[in-house]
């Protein structure tokens, strides 16, 4: 077990695991919390585990971005160094050499959401939500523009639009989940799966993960620039301020 403040890393049975340690804050995800996950991806790309699984602990996934993170940003550079590690960390994960997996262990909204978007396979706990409400806080979902339309076609404008909160078999029928497990069946599930990919030849794995990086890449940056920006706009922090102050309470 690596020495991180913001998340878990370990590797065993050929598998190399992340795990979103910041219940208190439902594992969002602030600036050290991507520079986390980008050194993690980096250890784990030099071992000769075929999968990484990306999960959390306590009852979220990931809430997404730091909302008090981005709102304590006072200039261009904070935002840029902000964005530029989410850039990174969004990177790294594209570039592994190793079959992404996302065991989603409860709500998973925003940036944690988007975080599906780039594993090859995610699982899901029954009780699970799943949402993409940047708009609500005038912000953009940076991975969902970028390749959303990839990943899910037209139906990610129903995610990116609306806001709204879905439940884990609304997640699956839309092709943002694969397959749904009670919590207790979620290890068993990862390791089933596992099994099946590790018949595959390490040197398919990793070209079948140059060729996916090619769409995964398409704009990456520069939608994240733009919300580099945006995150600094008056009605941005009028939200943001709105939200911690609990003046807007549906987005959670």
Excluded: H
Aim: proline share 2%; glycine share 6%; aromatic share 6%.
């Amino acid at each position: 077990m690596n020495n991180f403040s913001r998340i878990l890393f370990k590797s065993e049975e050929g598998i190399s695991c992340i795990i979103l340690n910041r219940p208190e804050k439902l594992n969002a995800l602030d600036k050290e919390g991507w520079n986390e996950i980008s050194e993690a991806l980096k250890i784990s790309n030099k071992n000769e585990d075929k999968i990484l699984v990306i999960t959390g602990t306590g009852r979220a996934f990931s809430e997404g971005d730091d909302i008090q993170a981005m709102y304590n940003l006072k200039d261009k550079k904070e935002a840029i160094e902000l964005f530029n590690s989410l850039y990174e960390a969004a990177l790294n994960l594209i570039i592994l050499n190793k079959v992404v997996i996302a065991a989603v262990n409860g709500l998973a909204y925003g940036g944690g959401c988007e975080i599906l978007l780039l594993a090859d396979i995610v699982i899901s706990v029954t009780e699970a939500k799943f949402s993409i409400p940047e708009a609500r806080l005038s912000l953009i979902p940076p991975v969902a523009l970028a390749i959303g339309y990839f990943v899910l076609g037209r139906r990610i404008t129903r995610l990116i639009f609306t806001g709204e909160v879905i439940d884990a078999q609304v997640a699956q029928r839309i092709g943002l989940v694969d397959y749904i497990v009670e919590r207790e069946k979620i290890k068993e599930k990862i390791l089933e799966i596992s099994k099946m990919i590790s018949y595959n030849d390490i040197n398919s794995i990793i070209v079948m993960r140059k060729w996916l990086a090619k769409y995964r890449l398409q704009n990456l940056k520069e939608t994240i620039s733009e919300l580099s920006e945006m995150v600094l706009g008056n009605s941005a922090k009028s939200k943001m301020k709105m939200f911690l102050e609990r003046k807007i309470i549906n987005l959670l």
